[in-house]
């Protein structure tokens, strides 16, 4: 099946500064999304981007499909950003396109 | 608030009982997806359904069983259990595009615990 992989798998930050979550897959995908999941276990959509730019607040999302990799970057990030961050993909053809195969997430760490 | 709502949220049982989770998908979504979550595995795929029918099958046990009923509200039944297990049980819904899940929407997660 697809394989997702996400660096770096830690990451720990001073509250204000900046950082880039990158996920690599192995196939064409037809779907990609990127979440947080909070200290209390909930994961919230951040960005469903199967290819190209999206900006949210300090978030902003950018997936290359033709080179199989996409970028998460949180600026002047804040201690609530704490949390593990998933890429999660579904593959272009082949019976798994409907299913979302998750990375094994960057681990974030904000500190005050 | 993602709309996909799971009952209950925290649960703990013994090895060998049976439970039921359930979930109400958000308006409008035909698709419901079973994920299970645990410290070892990660995000795992257990099933997915569409409208009633079973779509797609991951790593979901024998002792597991699931379904989606008329409403489109879908239960997971976990049956035998064991230690192993022990895992936060979530459930998507999503409003399937062409040949592409769309995008998935998460509820807050059932946490399991089997002592």
């Known amino acids: 099946g697809i394989q997702v992989e996400q660096s770096p798998p830690d990451l720990i930050l001073q509250e204000g500064a900046n950082s880039t979550l990158r996920c690599n897959f192995s196939d064409s995908v037809n779907n990609l999304q990127w979440f947080h999941q909070n200290p209390w276990g909930q994961l919230i959509n951040l960005f469903y981007i199967p290819s190209g730019t999206k900006q949210n607040g300090r978030l902003s999302a950018t997936t290359v499909a033709t080179e199989r990799y996409s970028l998460l970057y949180i600026s002047s990030s804040q201690t609530t950003d704490s949390g593990v961050y998933f890429c999660a993909v579904s593959p272009m053809s082949g019976g798994s396109n409907y299913k979302l195969t998750f990375g094994k997430g960057t681990l974030l760490t904000v500190n005050p | 608030d993602s709309g996909v709502t799971q009952t209950p949220k925290h649960l703990i049982t013994a090895t060998g009982q049976r439970v039921t989770l359930r979930c109400s998908p958000r308006?409008?979504?035909?698709?419901v997806y079973w994920y299970q979550q645990s410290l070892d595995q990660g995000l795992q795929f257990l099933i997915q359904y569409y409208n009633g029918e079973e779509r797609a099958k991951g790593n979901i046990l024998e002792r597991f069983s699931a379904q989606q009923f008329p409403d489109l509200h879908s239960e997971l039944n976990l049956s035998s259990l064991e230690l192993g297990d022990s895992a936060l049980y979530f459930c998507?819904?999503?409003?399937?595009?062409?040949?592409?899940?769309?995008?998935?929407?998460f509820g807050e997660g059932s946490r399991l615990t089997v002592l």
């Open positions: 998507a819904s999503s409003v399937e595009g062409q040949g592409s899940a769309g995008e998935l929407f």
């Open positions: 308006s409008g979504d035909l698709s």
